[in-house]
């Protein structure tokens, strides 16, 4: 194709030119191909190269609806068979899948070509993604800052041009937080709505789910389409939208919303004059489209949202490390992994049944609460995060953290730490940039971070959008109305696009 370029297109754009056959598969995986080679030594969001398993897997009759599409997987959960998947951990470099996972089987038989495989911080732990095993990606719109986590090597192949959309997954944000950082679009599914098997029939206790990060709307909700339905192997199933996703995202609404919106961090902590700013100028936005919108706050308890969201992270952390018995052939140690995993590790340990079961609960009464808050309100709006972007590093544990952590993890004191309200220190430290997004994974609900707000220094903000569960198709059509607005954020004005 003649003037053809390639980073002009999203996902269904070049599946279009492919059906036309305008461009051949082939032509696309070597544009993505050059793409990557060209950034990401700036970025390092590609960690594992897959190029010549997709040069071969390139036909002149590809099908499916994004037939000859290049993608990326995130380097967890996403397995793909005989290919490596470290989750960001050196103590799984042997290790191969034995099989392709459920999501990617899903999405090659929507007709995508995957290229390789996208960073993550070790076991897909904190919002910003700098493993020791591979170092820091960095964010296209300033490379001295985070594309957040864990979902960032995705969030940075995207938002710099490599491919149209890659996977991701998101546990306490790792969709929404990335994607706020990136300038992209966003979306968690509800619970059961995506799968997770075969080798598991529930992620972070259901907290996990799988989907996409997206330069555009339509792609998100056209995988939605691809990657939703029944799965043998999972423990929750969401009933099967009958509709179409990708016709959700271009019907515009044909009704006035009621949305609730809150600028207050749920655990009580800072929350940025820009952040804050992103949602008065989105509520005000909202009313001027005609909804009804006030300002309420969720009926649930933060601060015990957050102690029960890390109950599970510690219990699901510790479980993952005597997990690794079996790859490294041995009881694994505190030198297996980083300081701050062991850590967590130790604490899981030190977490009892009856903890883990109350932690639950709380679940479970949040999710109740939420539901009779969507009885009243369409839409929930927030922050997507409390602050704007952090810079490389400024998360990670200071020198003297890292020799306490250290220290702590030969002796083995979680119990004691416990005690001592290490788990509190914790929660606020680790949550206090990103407090707004682990309601959704707890409750189960569908939530959607939207690029529109740039700060004075030129780097995105999300806003996130809650619905009740099962209301995917309401949060994509607002979503569709709002990419036609010009507050929207267009990826392709950061400098390395």
């Given at each position: 194709m003649i003037g053809f370029n390639y980073e002009d297109y999203d996902g269904l754009g070049l599946a279009e030119l492919v059906r036309k056959k305008e461009v051949q598969p082939i032509e696309l995986v070597e544009a993505s191909i050059k793409r990557i080679d060209t950034v990401n030594p700036k970025i390092n969001a590609v960690i594992n190269m897959m190029y010549e398993k997709a040069r071969m897997m390139t036909t002149d009759e590809q099908n499916g609806l994004f037939a000859g599409v290049p993608t990326l997987l995130k380097n967890i959960s996403q397995e793909m068979e005989g290919?490596?998947?470290?989750?960001?951990?050196?103590?799984?470099?042997?290790?191969?899948?034995?099989?392709?996972?459920?999501?990617?089987r899903r999405l090659r038989k929507a007709g995508v070509l995957i290229l390789g495989q996208t960073n993550v911080p070790e076991f897909a732990l904190v919002a910003y993604t700098e493993p020791v095993q591979y170092g820091p990606t960095r964010n296209p719109w300033n490379l001295n800052h985070t594309p957040g986590g864990s979902s960032g090597g995705s969030a940075a192949a995207v938002a710099s041009g490599m491919v149209p959309f890659a996977g991701a997954n998101d546990g306490g944000g790792s969709i929404r937080i990335p994607a706020s950082y990136c300038g992209l679009f966003g979306l968690k599914p509800t619970r059961g709505r995506t799968p997770v098997g075969p080798n598991l029939g529930r992620s972070w206790q259901g907290a996990s789910v799988e989907h996409v990060l997206t330069r555009?709307?339509?792609?998100?909700?056209?995988?939605?389409?691809?990657?939703?339905?029944?799965?043998?192997?999972?423990?929750?199933?969401?009933?099967?939208?009958?509709?179409?996703?990708?016709?959700?995202?271009?019907?515009?609404?044909?009704?006035s919303l009621r949305i609730a919106y809150s600028v207050s961090s749920p655990i009580g902590t800072e929350v940025h004059p820009e952040c804050r700013d992103a949602v008065i100028k989105t509520a005000k936005l909202l009313e001027a489209m005609g909804h009804h919108v006030e300002e309420v706050d969720a009926p649930v308890d933060g601060n015990k949202l957050v102690k029960s969201y890390l109950m599970m992270y510690f219990g699901e952390t510790a479980a993952t490390i005597t997990s690794l018995e079996s790859i490294l052939g041995r009881k694994a140690t505190y030198k297996d992994v980083e300081p701050s995993t062991w850590l967590l590790g130790l604490l899981g340990k030190a977490t009892s049944a009856e903890e883990f079961v109350l932690s639950i609960r709380e679940w479970d009464k949040a999710a109740s609460q939420m539901e009779t808050f969507h009885e009243t309100y369409d839409l929930y709006i927030t922050p997507t995060t409390a602050f704007p972007p952090a810079k490389i590093g400024e998360l990670q544990p200071t020198t003297s953290e890292q020799f306490l952590i250290r220290t702590i993890g030969q002796i083995g004191l979680g119990r004691l730490l416990k005690k001592a309200g290490i788990v509190d220190q914790i929660a606020r430290k680790n949550l206090a940039r990103t407090p707004?997004?682990?309601?959704?994974?707890?409750?189960?609900?569908?939530?959607?971070?939207v690029p529109l707000h740039l700060t004075g220094e030129g780097l995105p903000i999300g806003v996130q959008f809650m619905a009740a569960r099962g209301q995917e198709s309401l949060l994509l059509q607002m979503a569709g109305e709002l990419e036609q607005s010009d507050h929207w954020i267009d990826v392709r004005q950061n400098p390395l696009f």
């Open positions: 290919e490596p998947i470290t989750a960001g951990s050196k103590a799984f470099l042997s290790y191969r899948a034995k099989t392709d996972s459920e999501y990617v555009t709307v339509r792609d998100s909700a056209a995988l939605l389409d691809q990657l939703q339905g029944h799965e043998k192997a999972g423990a929750f199933h969401t009933p099967k939208f009958e509709g179409s996703f990708l016709n959700a995202a271009n019907t515009p609404l044909d009704r707004f997004t682990q309601l959704a994974n707890l409750t189960g609900q569908p939530a959607m971070s």
